[in-house]
């Protein structure tokens, strides 16, 4: 294999340890070799702290090697003052002479300045290695700065028959069906600590009463978003305690009765996901996961509104209920576990 291939696959490995830590920035890795050794690696920790590139060369036990060296980054390094020094100007003081990066920075204020910046001052700089896996890590990063929204994931779990829960008036239960395992449960769990929020429409809030947190998993709880135009959700609801903050987009003018919990309001009653995820864009929320029920997946796929698909089939058949949505994308994944099994779509790869 390519030494750089090689090196690079490195970086995206280092670059995925700061999944659910760093939004709204970039996941990056880097890594620095001398004579086919590496000398250092780093990657971005935590939003605020130092970047990868900056993690690697501090790393670094024999500062002397980095003038005979590569440092290798999936993704641009930035050439803006931020909440930290630009990286490229790092690189420079530390003489490193070669640099190869995968993927050019979307953000506008170093999209290509940085690139352009080393080349200037006598660095050899080589691009796209691996481009295609290092635009898939950062997909987040990307769509908010292309499509100027939130990459939108969307969830459900349905029935080998294609339900996603029975008809609960004529079956006279209260709770949502079971459709999955404790495996599925635990990996959604772990899914809200990566991503920035997850969704559920009034009914579901109502019906379901979900959390929303990530109580079988380690990690940070997302933003719990919904819908409540009407202002129709009790003050006992789930997603309005103060276990993890929540956003309600509105129509109406009543308060929110938690400090963490705040309102938004919205013009329209119907058509209004263009709305909700412009304002998430401004608050820098990278993505959500749309996770039910039926009526918001359905508007979110006639709308085009969404990136990635993830669907549990559990073994069970229902024969009756409410329909699981119907969705084409492209297969990326395919896990099966105890007669179940998930499988991931997208719109394009």
């Known amino acids: 294999m390519d030494k750089d ?56 036990k024999d ?50 300045k940085g690139i352009e910046k080393l080349k200037a001052h006598g660095v050899d700089v080589k691009t796209g290695v691996l481009n295609k896996e290092a635009l898939w890590l950062n997909r987040r990063f990307v769509t908010s700065f292309t499509k100027h929204r939130p990459y939108v994931i969307l969830k459900w779990a349905e029935t080998r028959d294609g339900y996603l829960d029975v008809n609960r008036c004529k079956k006279q239960v209260s709770r949502p069906s079971w459709i999955t395992n404790s495996y599925g449960k635990m990996l959604v769990h772990k899914w809200r600590s990566e991503e920035d929020a997850f ?47 929540s956003m309600i987009f509105t129509g109406g003018t009543k308060p929110a009765q938690n400090q ?6 919205i013009q329209n009653r119907i058509d209004n996901l263009d709305e909700i995820l412009a304002h998430l864009y401004k608050q820098n929320i990278q993505s959500i996961v749309i996770e039910g029920g039926a009526r918001l997946l359905h508007s979110f796929i006639s709308k085009g509104l969404w990136d990635e698909a993830r669907i549990f089939t559990g073994d069970y058949t229902f024969k009756e209920g409410v329909k699981a949505p119907e969705i084409r994308g492209v297969p990326i994944y395919y896990e099966p576990f105890s007669k179940h099994e998930l499988k991931i779509l997208t719109q394009c790869v």
């Not at 135009?229 to 997603?239: A, T």
């Not at 963490?260 to 309001?265: F, L």
């Open 199 to 245: 969704m559920v429409g009034t009914r579901t809030a109502l019906m379901d009463n979900p959390q929303l947190t990530t109580r079988e998993w380690t990690g940070r709880n997302p933003l719990r978003v919904s819908i409540d135009y009407d202002d129709v959700f009790p003050e006992d609801l789930n997603i309005l305690d103060d276990s993890a903050d």
């Open 260 to 265: 963490n919990v705040k309102k938004v309001r």
């Open 63 to 112: 500062t002397s090697l980095l003038q005979h060296s590569i440092i290798y980054i999936n993704l641009e390094p930035c050439a803006h003052y931020g909440r930290t020094p630009p990286c490229t100007d790092r690189i420079l003081k530390a003489g490193i002479p070669r640099v190869v990066i995968a993927m050019e920075d979307p953000n506008p204020k170093t999209s290509g």
């Open 5 to 60: 291939i090689t090196y690079m696959n490195r970086c995206l490995e280092l670059a995925k340890l700061g999944i659910g830590r760093v939004s709204p920035n970039p996941m990056v890795g880097s890594v620095i070799v001398s004579d086919d050794r590496i000398i250092g690696e780093g990657y971005h920790h935590k939003i605020g702290e130092a970047h990868a590139e900056v993690n690697a060369i501090e790393s670094v």
